[in-house]
């Protein structure tokens, strides 16, 4: 179990960094670290922000490295991740039809895998959520077989539609809203992923995993249309 590198990161912030890997357990002990900062000094926060192995934390007023250092590092995280709370496990169905699926080919083509081995694959295993970036919503997952691994496009798209499903690199992720963007899009979900009018505007918290599942296209439209009628429910579960 290791400790931060804890470090100033500007006027009233702090940075604290561990060993540059993706890998799930190092996660659930920073997520545990976010939960303890966040109890230990409540309203004297502005704001935490969390990558891969990094965690940001913005002060409202002026603290001192020691004091926050201190308070911290003196907590038994032992304790703290032994009361976590199971991740959720949400079911996302995508369609990989070449329709929606525009770069599902080049995925194919440079994993030299036949192409439906790419939704094959990519509905193998469920994915962490490591972290929200990039746009609102914009869920940064973890687990990317390697036979699917991609370089983004050389030149990025103008426009990728909401609830497209893509790769970059050995990331895999789903686009939120319309937006530019550089990834290879193998697919695409119905799911709404991020919604301001709603209290909580996302579902998903970092920790929380994500299961794709394929679909047709019929399945797609006829889901769209129950999204658009309010009568689709997500489906959810307690990670195993």
């Known amino acids: 179990m290791l400790k931060p590198i804890i470090t100033t990161y500007g006027e009233n912030a702090f ?7 993706i890998d799930a357990k190092m996660h659930d002990e920073i997520l545990t670290w976010e939960a303890i900062i966040a109890s230990s000094f409540q309203n004297k926060l502005y704001d935490i922000v969390i990558t ?12 001192t490295l020691d004091v926050f ?9 032992q ?22 699926g525009w770069d599902i080919e080049i995925v194919a083509k ?18 962490r959520v490591y972290f ?15 036979h699917l691994t991609t370089p ?28 530019p963007g550089g990834w290879q899009i193998i697919g695409q979900t119905p799911i709404e992923m991020f919604n301001l009018s709603k209290a909580s505007p996302s579902r998903f918290a970092p920790g929380d995993y994500i299961q794709f ?17 309010g009568m689709y429910h997500i489906t959810k579960s307690v990670h195993k």
């Open 69 to 77: 250092s201190n308070t911290i590092l003196s907590i038994d995280l």
């Open 15 to 21: 940075l604290l960094k561990w060993p540059s890997v």
């Open 79 to 100: 304790n703290e991740l032994s009361i976590r709370q199971k991740p959720t496990t949400w079911l996302i169905p995508v369609c990989y039809d070449q329709e929606l």
């Open 213 to 229: 599942q394929s679909i047709s296209k019929d399945m797609f439209e006829g889901i769209s249309a129950e999204i658009e009628a």
């Open 152 to 179: 983004r496009k050389e030149t990025p798209r103008l426009k990728i539609p909401k609830g497209a499903v893509a790769i970059a690199g050995s990331q895999t992720g789903i686009y939120p809203q319309d937006s």
């Open 52 to 63: 891969y192995t990094e965690i940001a934390v913005y002060f409202k007023s002026n603290i």
């Open 132 to 146: 929200t970036g990039f746009l609102p919503g914009f869920l940064y997952l973890g687990g990317l077989p390697k």
């Open 110 to 127: 440079h994993n030299n895998i036949a192409t439906d081995q790419v939704s094959n694959l990519h509905t193998a295993q469920p994915y």
